[in-house]
Nanobody, 119 residues
Framework: QERFVESGGGLVQSGGSLRLSCTAT????????MAWYRQAPGKQHELVAG???????TYADFAKGRFTISRDNAKSTVYLRTSDLRPEDTAVYYC?????????????WGQGTQVTVSP
């Protein structure tokens, strides 16, 4: 099991932006396929975006054009830059290792980072 620490969430107004960060605790991060997921109240986790390498990324339809996933293997960190946030983006955002190409989460969930978007 790998462990990740998510940060960067907060309260923003509709149309605002946030950059979420997720850092792994082990130095084998570079070989992982990584993904961001989110869980809104009363709903299941859903894939937001995934990255295998710079040429292999995927985005949920709701994230296309607004969110960008990237990674810095030297820092064992994956980022999710969000823009044009909407109230329906309110959720706890988690990162996780992901299967490829299925993008299913592989490890237990961490504490996540809360994103709240006000109208």
């Amino acid at each position: 099991q790998e462990r990740f620490v998510e940060s960067g969430g907060g309260l923003v107004q509709s149309g605002g932006s946030l950059r979420l960060s997720c850092t792994a605790t082990r130095n084998t991060f570079g070989i992982y396929t990584m993904a961001w997921y989110r869980q809104a109240p009363g709903k299941q986790h859903e894939l937001v975006a995934g990255i295998r390498d710079i040429e292999s990324t995927t985005y949920a339809d709701f994230a296309k054009g607004r969110f960008t996933i990237s990674r810095d293997n030297a820092k064992s960190t994956v980022y999710l830059r969000t823009s044009d946030l909407r109230p329906e983006d309110t959720a706890v955002y988690y990162c996780n290792r992901a299967s490829y190409p299925g993008w299913a989460p592989r490890d237990s969930w961490g504490q996540g980072t809360q994103v709240t978007v006000s109208p």
